[in-house]
């Protein structure tokens, strides 16, 4: 009886052991949803402007580099300032080999009151069949 069990255990959980790819595409999705997360809070928390970059397969955080642009509509800042990472001091940014964004919005720019510049259309990021929404008029982050 031990033996048939662990036959069926081993034909039916052990795969999904090896299945690296979904593993790395919930570690992506994660990263993604709290690097979001930190530039709304960074926005608020300094009163200036951050921008969340997208491409294809990586997403990276700037900031004005000139504080004097800050919270000026004309002319828009130019986010030319990485955003260092909190606990590892590099650069915030990141990306998963094999793994890319089915939709994102090209940037999101949180302001200091932390509001989005998200369309109210386009403002999901969506990793295979997991979703990050962003409310425009608060910036709330959040996965559904």
Do not use: W
Not at 24 to 43: H, P, S, W
Not at 95 to 123: D, K, Q, R, Y
Request: a negative charge.
């Amino acid at each position: 009886m031990v033996i048939v069990m662990l036959g069926i255990l081993s034909a039916t959980a052990l795969p999904k052991f090896f299945e690296k790819n979904t593993f790395a595409e919930r570690v992506f999705f994660d990263d993604t949803l709290n690097a979001v997360r930190y530039a709304q809070k960074l926005a608020v928390a300094t009163g200036c402007e951050v921008e969340v970059s997208f491409t294809l397969t990586e997403y990276s955080l700037k900031r004005p580099a000139n504080k004097t642009q800050c919270g000026k509509l004309s002319p828009p800042p130019s986010f030319d300032l990485d955003v260092m990472h909190p606990s590892t001091g590099g650069v915030y940014e990141g990306s998963e080999p094999g793994i890319a964004f089915e939709s994102v919005p090209p940037t999101v720019i949180f302001n200091a009151l932390g509001e989005s510049s998200v369309s109210a259309s386009g403002n999901d990021i969506k990793i295979n069949t997991r979703t990050i929404t962003i409310v425009k008029e608060t910036g709330f982050v959040y996965a559904p």
